[in-house]
């Protein structure tokens, strides 16, 4: 297809996807693969955060129905791995 993938260098922690016992934080490689262009390199923090944010509340955000008491406490999570990452990222990242 011709797309192109990018690896993003910063020290990305995968947030735990669920609250069980026996789900952790880990570190990753976080990639991207844009699909209308491609990535201009150096990447923003603010691009980055975006992307995140999507990651983090649109892929990660609904495991828990918004009923379930869980749904604030993973929320919560989320959104404090967003604040550590916004807080700790440099305000440019390499990607190749």
């Keep these: 297809m011709g797309l192109t993938a990018y690896q993003l260098h910063f020290p990305y922690t995968c947030p735990k996807v669920s609250l ?7 570190p ?3 990639l991207c693969v ?4 491609l990535l201009e390199t150096p990447v923003s923090k603010a691009t980055i ?3 995140l944010t999507f990651i983090f509340h649109d892929c990660y955000g609904d495991l828990y129905e918004k009923n379930d008491p869980q749904f604030l406490i993973h ?21 190749s």
């Design 49 to 51: 955060m975006s992307f």
């Design 75 to 95: 929320q919560k999570h989320l959104a404090d791995s967003l604040e550590y990452h916004n807080k700790n990222m440099p305000d440019f990242v390499s990607a």
């Design 34 to 37: 844009p699909i209308s262009s």
């Design 28 to 30: 990753f490689n976080l």
């Design 20 to 26: 069980s016992d026996e789900a952790v934080e880990r």
